[in-house]
Nanobody, 114 residues
Framework: VQLQASGGGLVQAGGYLRLSCAAS????????MDWYRQAPGQERELVAS???????TYANPVKDRFIIYRDNAADAVYLQMNNLKPEDTAVYYC?????????WGQGTLVTVSS
């Protein structure tokens, strides 16, 4: 499995970003996909998930602000992040479970200034 995340950057509070994750070496449409984040000095946390059939779940801090969606034709999953807050600053990772093991992309840094 290869997961390549992109789209991070520096944005002001209230702004938006869209993260992308390109997957390869898997039958993407069959996999549930997740976005995690890790802020400095904190543990990695689950942000949003999308099942293979499109069902979504969100962590409470991002509900009503973030949207996870997927494009099976492009083997990609996205995270639309709206109304960003300084506490959203973190490295964001896309992830999936393949053959019983959690797999990670390399992460993309999101910095939200106040």
């Amino acid at each position: 499995v290869q997961l390549q995340a992109s789209g991070g950057g520096l944005v002001q509070a209230g702004g938006y970003l869209r993260l992308s994750c390109a997957a390869s070496r898997i039958m993407f449409r069959a996999y549930d996909m997740d976005w995690y984040r890790q802020a400095p000095g904190q543990e990695r946390e689950l942000v949003a998930s999308i099942t293979s059939d499109g069902g979504t779940t969100y962590a409470n801090p991002v509900k009503d602000r973030f949207i996870i969606y997927r494009d099976n034709a492009a083997d990609a999953v996205y995270l639309q992040m709206n109304n960003l807050k300084p506490e959203d600053t973190a490295v964001y990772y896309c992830s999936t479970v393949d053959r019983g093991r959690r797999r990670w992309g390399q992460g993309t840094l999101v910095t939200v200034s106040s």
